[in-house]
């Protein structure tokens, strides 16, 4: 009795800690790819799982997208993108709700019954990722042998994927905000350098903004390359006179 009191504290620990590491990464600043990976990690460690797994949704597309897994299968890790409301992910996704499976092998729902077989794929349970009620994804937890998930594991991974949903909004909301400010610097050096040739050339600003344009397809740089090698030459050219 008291092993098993010491084997239930220590897998409640290990629980805690799982939750404990999740939640860090909302704040953690980490880029989305390696966070993604990360929860998939600590997914499957903690449920000891066969295959854990991470998709988002793409909202113009309407597909669910394998971004993330702990597994080293290819059949798995190639598998076709998921309609929103097709199969059992897009069913979770779609209404926004817990999904267990007992057999995935046995369930019609299931899309890549090929890959379930290659890889030994048995029970699955497949958990919504929502942030304030939006679904950005789901979070896939398989194992290799028929297991019913108890209200404990389907508590943890519902808490798993409330923390990795707020952690995928906010890696995201970052991108985006570190886009934005990347778009308006590669703006400024554009109009920088547009402005050196117009003066230089003694040209209307729309023809030198057509000649880094040109000179941009001529080298196969970007714009902003371009832009950057006029504004340092004209700095050295400065600093010579």
Request: aromatic content about 4%; hydrophobic content about 40%.
């Amino acid at each position: 009795m008291a092993t098993k009191k010491k084997d239930s504290f220590q897998i409640y620990v290990k629980q805690i800690e799982a939750i404990s590491k999740v939640a860090n990464l909302i704040t953690s600043g980490m880029y989305l790819e390696e966070l993604l990976r990360l929860v998939v990690q600590v997914t499957a460690e903690v449920m000891s799982s066969k295959i854990s797994s991470l998709m988002l949704l793409d909202p113009d597309k309407k597909e669910l997208i394998v971004k993330a897994t702990q597994s080293i299968s290819e059949a798995y890790n190639k598998k076709p993108n998921i309609p929103l409301g097709e199969g059992i992910a897009g069913e979770a996704a779609r209404d926004n709700k817990l999904v267990c499976v007992p057999d995935v092998k046995e369930d019609e729902r299931y899309l890549n019954q090929d890959v379930a077989r290659k890889e030994g794929l048995c029970s699955l349970v497949c958990v919504p990722l929502a942030v304030k009620g939006r679904v950005i994804g789901v979070l896939n937890c398989y194992t290799s042998k028929k297991h019913r998930f108890s209200k404990n594991e389907l508590d943890l991974l519902v808490a798993l994927a409330n923390q990795a949903a707020i952690a995928i909004e906010n890696a995201e909301l970052d991108l985006r905000a570190r886009s934005a400010e990347e778009a308006l610097t590669t703006r400024k050096l554009i109009e920088r350098a547009k402005d050196i040739i117009s003066q230089d050339a003694n040209i209307l600003p729309s023809e030198a903004y057509r000649l880094i344009q040109k000179q941009s397809m001529n080298m196969r740089k970007s714009m902003r390359e371009v832009a950057e090698a006029i504004i340092l030459a004209k700095d050295i050219k400065t600093k010579k006179d």
